[in-house]
């Protein structure tokens, strides 16, 4: 028997989330769970971390792969990544009826007073940055639900991240008084993400490759991605 395959994983859907019972779902946690039973790996075993700790957990050994995470040359320097697995869009969380009546991250910018959210060490944060958006306007959260319940509470006025995550948020939590704007591509084009492995680790890499050569684009691949609001589309523009 060889050792288990950890997998690191966020409280984000509709990647990755427990449901009452500790029970993981999520596209890529249903994902990375069905490489790994594909390359006969002994054991799969889902450890919950925060955003800020994924990479550096990745280079201290807590954990073999990571849920997935926007590609970015920064990134890079410090982890390897598998090919894509997804390719999304930015959206903003905001107020139910979108009172402020954002449309992305410029209009943001041009409000003055409106204060805007991202998680610690996602790429949001330096798109909000470069679409003008002031430095001390920028509110910090380790996780989802923080950030979600600041824009609900009205302490802060948007949250940036990717628009499919907002809609599993919701998903989750209809009754939360919120509601998603896409963020235009003239503001931030699609992007790729992918699972993350240690810079050392070039044998697993290949194998997830290898797994998801087989996997990506096929019924079952489109099945599991349909049930967490991904279309045809979205997994054609993956291919």
């Known amino acids: 028997m060889g050792e288990a395959t950890r997998f690191a994983f966020l409280q984000e859907p ?3 989330f427990t449901d009452a019972g500790g029970k993981l779902f999520g596209c890529d946690a249903g994902l990375a769970g069905k490489v790994c039973e594909g390359l006969k790996l002994d054991a799969f075993l889902p450890i919950e971390t925060e955003f800020a700790e994924l990479l550096p957990g990745l280079a201290g050994n807590r954990w073999d792969m990571t849920t997935g995470l926007f590609i970015s040359d920064e990134r890079r320097k410090l982890v390897d990544f598998t090919r894509p697995i997804w390719v999304l869009q930015d959206g903003l969380l905001v107020a139910k009826g979108n009172p402020r009546g954002f449309r992305g991250y410029r209009s943001v910018a041009e409000d003055r007073t409106a204060v805007i959210g991202v998680i610690s060490g996602q790429i ?6 470069q679409n003008g958006v002031a430095p001390e306007r920028i509110r910090i959260f380790a996780t989802q639900a923080a950030a979600a319940e600041a824009v609900a509470a009205g302490t802060v006025h948007a949250y940036a991240s990717v628009a499919l995550a907002h809609r599993g948020y919701l998903d989750r939590w209809p009754q939360a008084p919120l509601a998603v704007i896409d963020v235009p591509a003239t503001e931030k084009q699609p992007a790729a993400g992918a699972f993350a ?3 050392n680790n070039t044998a697993l890499r290949q194998r997830i490759d290898s797994s998801l050569g087989e996997l990506l684009g ?4 489109r099945e599991l991605m349909s049930g967490y609001g991904f279309s045809d589309a979205d997994i054609d523009r993956l291919l």
Do not use: M, R
Not at 124 to 129: E, I, R, S, V, Y
Not at 218 to 221: A, R, V
């Open 218 to 221: 096929s019924p079952w691949h």
């Open 124 to 129: 949001q944060h330096q798109t909000a940055l």
């Open 197 to 199: 492995v240690a810079k």
């Open 14 to 16: 509709p990647f990755c």
